[in-house]
């Protein structure tokens, strides 16, 4: 049974960085794309980042480019979005999601982890 823990939320003053990791159980990490998901009070659920392989096959949101970074830890099991220069904007529940490489839809949910940034 896959299960994916989020943990690394909190509050952080704008400018701040983060660091969030996902506990994955139940699946071997590199036959699998893992990604960050975000929601927004009041707003849909937005993609943040995925990762296939290692860093370099990394992809993100416009709105997160350059100030966060995605990576897989496989002695871990985990997988880490590294979140820099903090703005109020990213406030939001984020969520780890998982997929196997051969499919379209990500089918496995961590319960979320809140981050909050003071302006």
């Known amino acids: 049974q896959v299960q994916l823990v989020e943990s690394g939320g909190g509050l952080v003053q704008a400018g701040g960085s983060l660091r969030l990791s996902c506990a994955a159980s139940?699946?071997?990490?590199?036959?699998?794309?893992m990604a960050w998901f975000r929601r927004a009070p009041g707003k849909e659920r937005d993609f943040v980042a995925a990762?296939?392989?290692?860093?370099?096959?990394?992809n993100y949101s416009d709105s997160v480019k350059g100030r966060f970074s995605i990576s897989k830890d496989y002695a871990k099991n985990t997988v880490n979005l590294q979140m820099n220069s903090l703005k109020p904007d990213d406030t939001a529940v984020y969520y780890c999601a998982a997929r196997p490489i051969s499919a379209t839809q990500y089918d496995y949910w961590g319960p979320g982890t809140q981050v909050t940034v003071s302006s």
């Open positions: 990762v296939r392989w290692y860093v370099g096959s990394a």
């Open positions: 139940g699946l071997t990490l590199r036959n699998y794309v």
